[in-house]
């Protein structure tokens, strides 16, 4: 598929060539097509705070008489702006990771302290849900990459846990080390996702209850950017759920390689 063979007779030679051209414009169509998809889908979402934000600023205009009704529109108002806020800070995240090659101009990166921090950050949200973090384990060799993605990456993941469970419940945040991986589990008491939604929760925009997750202030690319951020680190991440019990979302990346110095060993 994409390869076109073409034999061809060098009568000359008296020999036959056959000739490979594989041709990749199926790679490029392909590509073009997801651009263009999601261009539409940045389109879409950016219109919809944008539209409330002016018909609020109207209601605010109309409403310059009555205090109460400013003040709800103002919030409103508010509200809408952080959610375009948060988009625009995630489109531009994904499109640093699309050409990022973190890997190699990275640096030695202790998940112990990020994923420390990524708990520290999503404090307040947890706190004003009643959610405890529990925090277990440790690993004991760094990753190799960049620390600010893998921070958000870590941070979208315990995001989503407490983002997606009810008051008063736990999400249990688990490190370890493991045949050469460094392993991060996150784990909740939500609501949970079904087999074929779990398929699906990792492409851009897709949200299983779009009202819901707008609601809560989701803008449907949390997990596309953890995984990119996770496959530019050479690592896997998945899910397991069982809808209405939990889910328990799993990152898995290389050690990374200590370099022998073999002058020493010598
Ligand atoms: P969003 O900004 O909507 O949270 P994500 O890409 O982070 O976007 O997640 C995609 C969808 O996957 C969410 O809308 C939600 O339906 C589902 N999801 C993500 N994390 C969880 C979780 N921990 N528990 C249940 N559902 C989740």
């Known amino acids: 598929q994409g390869t076109i063979v073409?034999?061809?007779r060098v009568a000359a030679l008296g020999a036959e060539y056959i000739l490979i051209l594989a041709d990749d414009r199926t790679?490029?169509?392909?590509?073009?097509?997801?651009?263009?998809d999601f261009v539409a889908n940045v389109s879409h979402e950016l219109k919809t705070p944008v539209g409330a934000i002016s018909l609020l600023a109207e209601a605010i205009d109309d409403a310059a008489e009555d205090e109460v009704a400013v003040r709800r529109f103002a919030q409103r108002m508010h509200k809408e702006s952080g959610r375009l806020s948060a988009l625009v800070q995630d489109i531009i995240e994904l499109s640093r990771l699309q050409g990022a090659d973190v890997v190699r101009r990275g640096k030695p990166v202790d998940i112990n302290s990020v994923v420390a921090e990524a708990v520290d950050r999503n404090k307040l949200p947890a706190e004003s849900k009643q959610i405890d973090i529990v925090v277990g384990g440790s690993v004991s060799v760094p990753v190799h990459?960049?620390?600010?993605?893998?921070?958000?990456?870590?941070?979208?993941?315990i995001d989503n846990a407490i983002r997606y469970s009810p008051e008063g419940t736990r999400v249990g945040v688990g490190l370890r080390s493991r045949d050469g991986l460094v392993q991060v589990s996150v784990t909740d008491q939500g609501v949970g996702i079904t087999p074929e939604e779990q398929e699906r929760i990792f492409e851009r925009f897709y949200r299983i209850d779009a009202a819901r997750s707008r609601q809560t202030g989701g803008t449907g690319l949390g997990l596309s950017i953890v995984k990119h951020v996770v496959s530019n680190h050479g690592g896997e991440v998945t899910v397991w759920?069982?809808?209405?019990?939990?889910?328990?979302?799993t990152?898995?990346?290389?050690?990374?390689?200590v370099a022998v110095d073999d002058d020493a060993a010598a």
Do not use: C, K, W, Y
Not at 149 to 156: I, P, Q, Y
């Open 241 to 249: 759920s069982q809808p209405g019990q939990g889910s328990t979302f």
């Open 27 to 36: 790679e490029i169509t392909r590509t073009e097509e997801i651009r263009n």
């Open 145 to 157: 990459g960049d620390r600010d993605l893998l921070m958000t990456a870590f941070r979208n993941l």
């Open 6 to 8: 073409v034999q061809v």
């Open 251 to 257: 990152v898995r990346l290389p050690e990374m390689e």
